[in-house]
């Protein structure tokens, strides 16, 4: 099977508000596939299906080949076992060590003795290059340094898939291409498939294998990131040159002000 994840005839929303719809995505093994897009266009919604978080009302995502929302629990708790994310704020244990971070995956799913416990976060720390910070609460430490831990821990069970949000959200110029170069040279060690979500277009290019862009829940291109900076599309070159005007609108849809004036006036007339 060359899909790790595949996702078919997606549909989700809350409520009356549909979110993704009619989604097809592959995700191939070994390989990053960027999702990218505006702010509310479903990308993290799509990691939230993919983990099992939220049902789909209509389609599936199939992870190696089973319906994430058909799972039971046990057949869910075993899948995301293979599974590694990467949350946005990086959602360190504020309390724990940072070598203590990074154990815990493996003190709670892996029957492992601590000795081995300890050779294993240590490779993991010294991977991301912080084999000497072990000691250290992430309050002692950088925010791009934080990113990083929290990589070691998402990469500590050697997971199949990993997941990626917002890598790069509050990250300085040098941590940005210190965590990109990371994310791609795990994926090749590990020989996972990495799914990112992000909207630095620059980092998430020169590491992403493919790319998919969302806008209002649906695919509007997709492609190697070398034909999404050629591409003519109006909303692919309006995210990737970050151009203000174009397809995607600065107000939430609704009434404009005129109208809301015109209305309130027309209103007033009456009465």
């Known amino acids: 099977m060359p899909n790790l994840v595949e996702i078919r005839d997606l549909q989700f929303g809350y409520g009356n508000r549909n979110i993704l719809s009619g ?11 960027a999702v990218m897009g ?21 389609g599936h995502v199939a992870v190696n ?12 708790y075993a899948l995301r076992r293979k599974m590694g994310m990467l949350f946005q704020h990086g959602a360190l244990f ?3 060590s940072v070598f203590d971070n990074v154990a815990f995956p493996l003190r709670e799913h892996a029957k492992l003795p601590e000795s081995m416990i300890q050779d294993l976060v240590m490779m993991k720390l010294n991977a991301v290059g912080l084999r000497n910070a072990a000691k250290l609460k992430p309050s002692e430490i950088s925010g791009g340094m934080a990113r ?47 799914i ?14 493919y790319v998919y862009f969302l806008s209002q829940g649906k695919i509007v ?12 599309d109006p909303y692919v070159k309006q995210f990737v040159h970050a151009e203000s005007d174009g397809p995607v609108p600065f107000h939430y849809p609704g009434k404009s002000m005129a109208e809301e004036i015109g209305l309130k006036r027309h209103s007033g007339e009456s009465t």
């Not at 080949?65 to 869910?76: D, F, R, S």
């Not at 990112?196 to 294998?209: G, K, M, Q, R, W």
């Open 23 to 33: 989604l097809d995505m592959d995700f191939p093994r070994g390989k990053v596939i």
């Open 38 to 58: 505006g702010s509310g266009s479903g990308k993290t919604t799509i990691l939230r299906l993919i983990g099992g978080q939220i049902t789909p009302q209509r």
């Open 65 to 76: 080949g089973e319906i994430v929302h058909q799972l039971k629990t046990p057949g869910m």
């Open 94 to 96: 504020t309390d724990l």
């Open 148 to 194: 990083r831990v929290a990589l070691a821990r998402a990469v500590a069970l050697d997971p199949q898939l990993i997941m990626y949000d917002e890598p790069f959200a509050g990250l300085d110029p040098i941590s940005m291409g210190v965590t990109a170069t990371l994310i791609r040279n795990l994926n090749n060690a590990l020989g996972s498939t990495s």
């Open 196 to 209: 990112l979500v992000s909207h630095d277009v620059h980092e998430t290019f020169t590491i992403a294998d």
């Open 221 to 232: 291109a997709q492609g190697t990131p070398q034909e999404m900076l050629e591409s003519t």
